[in-house]
């Protein structure tokens, strides 16, 4: 059953991203600037989670993030299958500063909801284990069609495992809906 799950939940994405919010809309030049909230709500739904951003600056904001992390494995070898799946709940709090912000405005781009590039420093730690990591990344997010997102972010800092620690990759992706 949780393998149909796996299986199908992609595809669900694809025809939301494609058919509610296309990615046109990226360029979509707004004639009324409408006011922008202080605080935005968004629903993740890969990962599932919460997210909540507060500005703080016009260019930068801190986030805090409640998600459900999961892995998912299947093996069948020589007609014995073995399954396992699992979930990591993680609170993350990240500052962000958006670098982008005014080059996007000047060329008429969209940058509602804080689209944008940054640079930001996330602290993840895993509420069912004793893992964390940290360290700056760069990345951004985008707003897709009125009320959809997606971010992504890449950078290298210290993560701490059960089974190691040391200096590794960190990064985010995130698709989801803005709740306000």
């Avoid at 939301?16 to 296309?22: D, G, L």
């Avoid at 600037?33 to 919460?50: D, Y």
């Avoid at 000047?106 to 004793?130: H, K, M, W």
Wanted: aromatic share 12%; net charge positive.
């Amino acid at each position: 059953m949780k393998r149909y799950i796996l299986k199908i939940l992609p595809l669900c994405l694809f025809f939301v991203i494609n058919f509610q919010a296309p990615l046109s809309a990226q360029g979509v030049v707004v004639s009324e600037p409408k006011e922008e909230p202080n605080t935005i709500v968004r629903l993740g739904l890969l990962p599932p989670g919460i997210l909540v951003e507060q500005k703080i600056t016009p260019k930068s904001s801190v986030i805090v993030k409640l998600i459900a992390g999961f892995s998912f494995y299947y093996v069948n070898v020589n007609g014995v299958s073995d399954s396992d799946f699992k979930l990591y709940p993680t609170l993350a709090i990240e500052p962000r500063y958006y670098t982008t912000l005014d080059k996007r405005r000047a060329e008429n781009r969209r940058t509602d909801y804080l689209s944008s590039g940054y640079v930001g420093f996330p602290v993840n730690i895993g509420l069912t284990d004793s893992s964390f990591s940290l360290g700056p990344v760069y990345g951004f997010q985008k707003t897709l069609g009125k009320k959809g997102y997606w971010h992504i972010s890449i950078g290298l800092g210290y993560s701490k495992t059960v089974e190691k620690e040391g200096i590794s990759p960190i990064g985010d992706f995130s698709i989801g809906f803005i709740l306000n």
